[in-house]
C-alpha cells in the first residue's frame, strides 16, 4: 500500500524546496498538480508526525498537506500525462510515445518512478555540463543512476564504459529497460550503495544526488576517482554550495566549473595530484 502526501502550494520555489528536502525519504516519485505537489511512498517507511518534524525542521511548516493511502497508482498514465519532450543543446530527451526529433543526439526515456527525464533543473545541468568534459575512451561512474539518461548520454559522448549505479530496484529494472531503448553497448546497471564499486576507479564521477549523500560520501567519491579525473555533482541548493566544496577541497578536488539553475547548483570538480 502507498501512502500519498499532498503538499497544498502552487508556489515553484516551495515545491522545489519540498522535493529537495524530502530526498532524505525514498518516495517513489512526485507529480506536480495544478495547486500542490503530490509525493508517492511506501506507507510502512514514512508517517504523517515525520513529515511534519522535516518541514518544521527546514521552516516550511506553514506549507500545509493532506494525507491518504491508495492501493495502487497508474504510474505510467501519470508521467505520460506530464512528460514532453526537452531540449538541452543539441540532446533532445523523449519517451517512446513521443515522435523521432531531429536533434544531433537523442535519448529515449521511458521514467516511471525513476528520477531522471532532463526536466528538473539538476539533470538539465548535468546534461549541459557534460559537453564540458571530453568522454572518449574514458571510464564513467554515474552514482544514483535514476532513470539512467546520464549514464546514456555519457556513452552517446564516446564513454569506453559506464556503470550505472543506484540502490533502488525499480531504478535498477528501469535503466535496463531505458538501455534497451537507446542500444546501449557500453553501458552497465548495477544495485547497490556506493561501496559496491569495490576499489574500482574512473576517469568520470556523476553524481546527482543531494546535498547529504555528496557530504557523507565525498571521500568515497574522490578515491574512486582517477588522477586529473572529473567529478560533476549536482542535487543541492546555492545555500548548501560552499558545504560540498569544502568538502571536496579536503580531497583534493578542485572546483572548476560552478552553475546555477532556480538556485539548484552544479559543479564539476578535478582531482589535483600533488606534485
Known amino acids: 500500500m502507498y501512502a500519498q ?3 497544498l502550494t502552487t508556489d515553484k520555489l516551495e515545491r522545489n524546496l519540498l522535493s529537495a528536502v524530502m530526498t532524505s ?3 517513489n516519485g512526485f507529480e506536480e ?3 500542490a505537489l503530490v509525493g508517492f511512498i511506501d506507507n510502512t517507511l514514512l508517517s504523517q508526525d515525520e513529515v511534519k518534524a522535516v518541514l518544521d525542521e527546514y521552516g516550511l511548516a506553514f506549507i500545509p498537506f493532506e494525507y491518504s ?3 495502487e497508482v497508474n504510474w505510467n498514465e501519470s508521467w505520460e500525462k506530464n512528460f514532453s519532450p526537452i531540449v538541452i543543446d543539441d540532446v533532445c530527451i523523449r519517451a517512446t510515445f513521443h515522435p523521432k526529433s531531429t536533434s544531433p543526439t537523442e535519448i529515449i526515456i521511458d521514467p516511471k518512478m525513476s528520477f531522471g527525464t532532463g526536466h528538473h533543473a539538476t539533470t538539465s545541468q548535468m546534461i549541459k555540463n557534460m559537453h564540458l568534459l571530453d568522454f572518449k575512451n574514458k571510464s564513467v561512474l554515474d552514482c544514483g543512476s535514476g532513470t539512467g539518461i546520464l549514464a546514456i548520454l555519457a556513452e552517446k559522448l564516446g564513454a569506453q564504459n559506464c556503470i550505472a549505479l543506484d540502490n533502488d530496484e525499480w531504478c535498477y529494472r528501469n535503466c535496463i529497460e531505458n538501455m534497451q531503448l537507446n542500444n546501449t553497448q557500453n553501458l552497465q546497471p548495477e544495485i547497490g550503495g556506493i561501496e559496491k564499486i569495490n576499489q574500482r576507479n574512473f576517469d568520470i564521477i556523476l553524481a546527482n544526488i543531494h546535498r547529504n549523500f555528496l ?4 571521500h568515497l567519491l574522490a578515491s574512486a576517482l ?3 579525473g572529473f567529478l ?5 541548493y546555492s545555500e548548501d554550495a560552499k558545504q560540498v566544496l569544502d568538502r571536496a577541497l579536503e580531497h583534493h578536488l578542485i572546483a572548476t566549473y560552478h552553475t546555477n539553475l532556480h538556485n539548484w547548483n552544479c559543479i564539476v570538480f578535478n582531482k589535483i595530484v600533488n606534485a
Open 226 to 228: 582517477n588522477s586529473n
Open 215 to 218: 557530504v557523507e560520501n565525498m
Open 25 to 27: 525519504f525514498d518516495f
Open 5 to 7: 502526501y499532498k503538499f
Open 33 to 35: 498538480t495544478s495547486d
Open 69 to 71: 493511502t491508495i492501493e
Open 232 to 236: 560533476m555533482v549536482s542535487g543541492f
